[in-house]
């Protein structure tokens, strides 16, 4: 399956631009009227400067830190204070440094015994939250879901060739080979869960992600071009990463 329609991209002019953006969004979200938000974080450079902007004013004090429940697209199969762990780099860069309620944090285990053991017990952690076994399209799972890219075009924790890629009945799989550095088991959401979703965010930084972001516009079918949203999906990209002279939001 490759792209029907190339994907939205949304071109800012650097960095810094593209976690205004991104925290702006968030907080577009954030106050719609509902009694509790979830977001879906991921790892890697790119969200590197949204979470230290999540934890500075403005936008600090406008999240409703008390009803947002923070969860992870994907893990590296190692305990948080590694420091190849996502969930610890989020906690480092903002959720340490935030009012946050421990009851809102949502780690993918990673003290489990294994990787699948890690992924049965955060599918059935997302089906509690939930609340229903089977994902309905008009209440979406998650308001947010924040993605990245690889160079080898894997997203989340789903690699190009790997079977994860493919998985339909599962929310969560544990990955036992990464196709790309750290190479240690990964945990990650299948394509049917992260769908599930208001906002799909990607975050593409850097000249070194233009060839990769060429690829995906041209429909190669990779895994992050595979990625699907039951509401708005956006990549938000800066102007190093554009493959090409775009117009600058
Ligand atoms: C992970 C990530 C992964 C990441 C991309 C991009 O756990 O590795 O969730 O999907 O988003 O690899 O990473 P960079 O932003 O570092 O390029």
Do not use: C
């Not at 969004?25 to 790119?46: I, K, M, N």
């Amino acid at each position: 399956m490759t792209h029907k329609t190339p994907p939205n991209l949304t071109v800012v002019p650097d960095a810094t631009a593209l976690a205004q953006a991104a925290a702006k969004r968030l907080l577009a979200r954030f106050a719609e009227p509902r009694e509790r938000f979830a977001v879906a974080l991921t790892g890697g450079s790119s969200p590197e400067g949204l979470y230290r902007l999540l934890a500075t004013d403005p936008y600090r004090s406008q999240i409703p830190w008390g009803r947002v429940h923070w969860f992870w697209g994907d893990d590296r199969f190692v305990l948080q204070h590694d420091p190849r762990s996502n969930a610890g780099a989020a906690r480092r860069l903002f959720l340490d440094r935030v009012p946050v309620l421990a009851a809102n944090l949502h780690p993918i285990p990673t003290d489990a015994p294994n990787e699948d053991e890690a992924a049965r017990r955060y599918e059935a952690e997302l089906r509690a939250f939930y609340g229903a076994d089977r994902l309905d399209p008009a209440r979406p799972l998650f308001d947010v879901v924040l993605m990245g890219v690889g160079n080898d075009g894997h997203t989340a924790s789903l690699f190009p060739g790997k079977p994860q890629v493919d998985e339909t009945k599962h929310w969560v799989v544990g990955v036992p080979q990464a196709g790309m550095e750290p190479f240690v088991p990964r945990v990650s959401l299948t394509f049917p869960a992260l769908a599930s979703t208001r906002d799909m965010l990607f975050l593409v930084t850097g000249r070194g992600k233009r060839d990769i972001l060429s690829r995906i516009l041209a429909g190669a079918d990779l895994p992050a071009a595979r990625a699907h949203s039951d509401g708005d999906l956006v990549w938000l990209v800066d102007r190093d990463a554009a493959p090409e002279r775009r117009d600058v939001a």
